[in-house]
Structure formats: structure tokens, C-alpha cells
């Protein structure tokens, strides 16, 4: 029989007085897979995280996270589950070191706390508060926290907003050991190169509601078989349409989008047009969009 997933969520919708902030959102997180949940701001990400959390309650719908109600069941979810808040969530006066202990005192078999405090980077500020701590040594000792107690599931919510490239990296080779271990990761990002990175599957929510999901792959392929390209900004695109005839649409400045599907004819006719107008090319992907594209397509369309 296979595995039961690690979460599963049923016609989930979640409302602030007037706001629906989840509107009968259906999601799977099976064992061992990183799921990223990707969205505008507001989209309900949080919330939908918050409920897997026990965090809030839902208005309508199920949320079952290793087969419990995370709201009924806390208690017996919470060794189980690691978690990485936006907000720290740590009282100000105290230190990297002592939290990181006070949290290892909760779980059955913890990882040691000195050992996991130089591993993410924060051996140098161990003594100093949390109030004091910089915003990306805060992020550090929150993505220990939700590592501290050997989770079985994790939720990391924007966990490198605002770090450096190199904690950044560091943040995702956590999320890489964590997938070796066959632990389920729910991220959720504004920063789709790690969503591409990191997940074995994205969900991108608008309003409350699934409008895509799939592998990375499968987004960026399938139906968005085109030609994209960037180059300097302001082309005349109704004169490149013509030459090679498709259309061909300035996404932002410099970053084009021919409408038709790739062939080698259509690549060579670009080719022989940008170098007629003397325009260099900067990148050029054929046969598929970056997630990007996807992204801003599928949560743009309906923006005034
Ligand atoms: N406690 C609350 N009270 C009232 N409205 C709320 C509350 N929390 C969230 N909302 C609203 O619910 C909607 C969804 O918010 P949520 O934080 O889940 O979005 P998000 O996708 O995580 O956004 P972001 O990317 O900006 O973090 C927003 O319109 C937000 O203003």
C-alpha cells in the first residue's frame, strides 16, 4: 500500500471578517517531497501554512499533517513537526545559545545545540540576545529551531528573505540534508530560483486559490513551448513579429516572449533579425519559460 502523505489538505478556506484568505484549497505533501507554495503577497500561503501549524483553525475543510488534526491533536503533532516562523517568535532578552537548549529540552532525541549552532553559522553570536541578533543571525536561529528536534515534517516560511548569498546557500543545503533524510518540507518563497532549486513540486496559490501545480519541470515545459529571449529594452515587437512571424510581447523591459512554438526556423529567423538591427542577445530559452513567466502569467492575468 503506499505511503499515506505527510499532508493533506481538503477544500481548505480560512476567513478574516471579510476576507477569504484560502478559498477551498486542495493540496498533498507526500513523505519525503518538498513542496514549495509559491504567491503573490496575501495569496493565503501563510495561512494555509498556519493552519497545517495548529495555528489557526480552519473555517471549512481538513488539514491532516502525518495523518492528525494539527488544531486537535497539537500535542502529538508537535515532536513530530519542526517549524520556521517569519517571526522568530523569541523572547528578546534571551541568547542563541540558551534558546536552542530550552528547544532541545522538548523533543525526545534532539540534535546536539552547540554542534547545530556552528552548522547554521551562529557560533560568534551565541552569547548575544535575540534582540540584538541581525535579521539573517534571527533567521539562522530560527531555521535551527525548526531542525533542533529531528522533525519528521518541516514548514519553512520565507526562510532566506533577507539573508546574504552565501546564508543562503548555507540555508539551502539544510533543506537538501533534510530531503536526503526523507523529511517533507513545505517552503514557502518569493524567490523562485529556489523554488526551482529546492522543490520536487511548486504550487502557485492567487487569492486563496490553486491556480497551478506540477514539478518545476512540468510548469515551465508543457503547454509554454515558446521561445523567450532577452535583449535590450523597447524593441519594436510589432516589426520583430512581422520579420519572423509570431508575436512577439515585451513581458517587462528587455524581457521578451515569442508566441509561437519553438522550431529551428523560428530561432534562426530571431537569430537574422536581431543581427540585422545589430541588438545582442542576452539569454535565450527555447521550448520552455523560466518559472518566473509562469509565475507572473498565471497571477497577472486578472491584476487591473
Ligand atoms: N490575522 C489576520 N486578520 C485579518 N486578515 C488577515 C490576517 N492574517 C492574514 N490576513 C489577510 O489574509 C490574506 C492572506 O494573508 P497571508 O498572510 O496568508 O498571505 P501570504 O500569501 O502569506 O502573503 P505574503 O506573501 O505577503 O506573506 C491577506 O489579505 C491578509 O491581509
Redesign the pocket.
Known amino acids: 500500500m503506499p505511503e499515506p502523505p505527510s499532508i493533506e489538505i481538503r477544500g481548505l478556506t480560512?476567513r478574516?471578517?471579510r476576507?477569504t484568505?484560502?478559498d477551498g484549497l486542495d493540496l498533498e505533501v507526500a513523505r519525503g517531497e518538498t513542496l514549495a507554495l509559491l504567491?503573490?503577497?496575501?495569496?493565503?500561503?501563510?495561512?494555509?501554512?498556519?493552519c497545517c501549524e495548529g495555528f489557526r483553525r480552519p473555517d471549512a475543510g481538513t488539514v491532516r499533517v502525518l495523518g492528525l488534526d494539527p488544531h486537535r491533536d497539537g500535542a502529538r503533532l508537535r515532536p513530530r513537526v519542526g517549524l520556521m516562523l517569519?517571526e522568530g517568535g523569541v523572547y528578546p532578552m534571551a541568547r542563541p545559545a540558551e534558546v536552542l537548549r530550552l528547544f532541545a529540552s522538548y523533543y525526545a532525541q534532539p540534535l546536539d545545540p552547540e554542534a547545530l549552532l556552528e552548522r547554521v553559522g551562529l557560533d560568534d553570536a551565541r552569547r548575544t540576545r535575540f534582540r540584538d541578533l541581525s535579521g539573517g543571525q534571527k533567521q539562522r536561529l530560527s531555521l535551527a529551531l525548526a531542525l533542533i528536534g529531528r522533525p519528521e515534517v518541516v514548514f519553512l516560511?520565507?526562510p532566506t528573505a533577507g539573508l546574504d548569498p552565501a546564508a543562503r546557500r548555507l540555508t539551502w543545503e539544510h533543506v537538501r540534508e533534510l530531503q536526503g533524510q526523507g523529511v517533507s518540507v513545505v517552503l514557502?518563497t518569493?524567490l523562485l530560483d529556489e523554488a526551482e532549486q529546492l522543490a520536487d513540486r511548486v504550487a502557485i496559490?492567487d487569492r486563496?486559490r490553486l491556480v497551478a501545480e506540477g514539478t518545476p519541470d512540468e510548469l515551465t515545459t508543457g503547454e509554454w513551448g515558446e521561445l523567450e529571449f532577452s535583449a535590450r529594452a523597447g524593441l519594436d515587437v510589432a516589426v520583430l513579429g512581422t520579420a519572423i512571424e509570431a508575436a512577439v510581447s515585451e513581458l517587462r523591459p528587455g524581457r521578451y516572449v515569442v508566441h509561437a512554438p519553438n522550431s529551428p526556423r523560428l530561432v534562426a529567423a530571431l537569430a537574422s533579425w536581431l543581427a540585422d538591427h545589430d541588438v545582442a542577445l542576452g539569454h535565450l530559452q527555447a521550448g520552455r519559460v523560466s518559472l518566473e513567466e509562469v509565475f507572473l502569467r498565471l497571477t497577472e492575468e486578472e491584476r487591473p
Open positions: 480560512k478574516y471578517g476576507t484568505a484560502v504567491g503573490p503577497n496575501g495569496a493565503g500561503k501563510t495561512t494555509t501554512v498556519e517569519q516560511d520565507e514557502t518569493h496559490v486563496g
